[in-house]
């Protein structure tokens, strides 16, 4: 059987390990011991009457178990940094960036950003699907508080971008699944962020609009973005990250060189299942 992978603070790291100290000013995204945990139900009472009986005779009225998709996770981002993070499915990465996203409000602990954020996460995420594409840019882009000036003026080039010209006016209900997440991806990169997440979305589209998203990714790499990825592409990730951040479990199992976070990974060792508590 193999053995539990050690989940070490980082007064335990050994030095190489221990990032060096940064001012806060260089710091764009920090986390501080956070922690995210979901009910796991076994059983639950429909009803009040139900949930009294139930007391009356088990004596219990909590019927769930707490799930820990991340638990104690510390570590922070340097402004310009690449910070990749991996791990098996369900080790918490996608969690963690909704938690750094704002999406998901921390149980515990605090995260904090410096600067404009995105994310490419869920393409489309928000759009109504009864409303056609420029009327969809208008919602979107005034949720992130753009002036109607502002999103007139762009979405000429988020359409172009998308290739949906011909389909503006078009209700995005009738959209194919490529369509949308062109959409979606076109007005995401429009935002120009300070620091952007991205959670394995350059495989949007055809071969063709793969290599304009990847165009888009490296543009962000020039400027100098503060870039946060989750990737299953060791190959790739090792040569654009920084750092990387290895999950296990929804804990943290290391922080540092990209080259030994892979190998990590991939030892024998490694863990993958999420616990209960």
Do not use: W
């Not at 981002?77 to 990749?84: D, K, M, P, S």
């Not at 999406?103 to 490419?120: A, F, I, K, M, Q």
């Not at 928000?126 to 999103?151: H, P, T, V, W």
Request: glycine share 6%; aromatic share 8%.
């Amino acid at each position: 059987m193999a053995s539990q992978p050690m989940m070490m603070s980082d007064s335990e790291l050994s030095p190489e390990q221990v990032p060096p100290p940064r001012a806060e000013e260089d710091i764009a995204v920090k986390i501080e011991g956070v922690s995210v945990a979901f009910r796991s139900y076994k059983e639950r009472p429909t009803t009040l009457k139900e949930a009294l009986i139930k007391f009356v005779r088990t004596g219990q009225f909590r019927y769930y178990s707490n799930f820990y998709a991340l638990k104690n996770v510390s570590f922070s981002v340097q402004r310009g940094q690449v910070l990749g993070i991996i791990g098996s499915n369900g080790a918490g990465k996608s969690t963690l960036l909704r938690t750094i996203a704002g999406v998901l409000p921390p149980t515990e602990g605090t995260v904090t950003v410096n600067g404009s954020l995105d994310s490419l996460i869920q393409l489309g995420a928000g759009f109504d699907s009864e409303l056609n594409a420029i009327e969809n840019i208008y919602l979107n882009s005034s949720l992130r508080r753009r002036s109607r000036a502002q999103i007139k003026a762009r979405i000429p080039h988020i359409l172009e971008f998308a290739e949906l010209e011909e389909f503006a006016t078009t209700p995005i209900k009738y959209y194919s699944s490529g369509m949308y997440a062109r959409l979606g991806f076109a007005v995401a990169i429009e935002r120009d962020p300070d620091i952007l997440i991205v959670d394995e979305v350059l495989a949007v589209g055809d071969e063709r609009f793969q290599e304009k998203c990847r165009a888009v990714f490296q543009r962000f790499l020039d400027q100098k973005k503060t870039i946060i990825i989750v990737s299953h592409g060791m190959t790739s990730l090792e040569k654009l990250a920084d750092t990387i951040v290895l999950l296990s479990k929804g804990q943290v199992v290391y922080v540092g060189d990209p080259k030994t976070a892979i190998e990590k990974y991939r030892d024998a060792d490694y863990q993958t299942a999420l616990g209960h508590a």
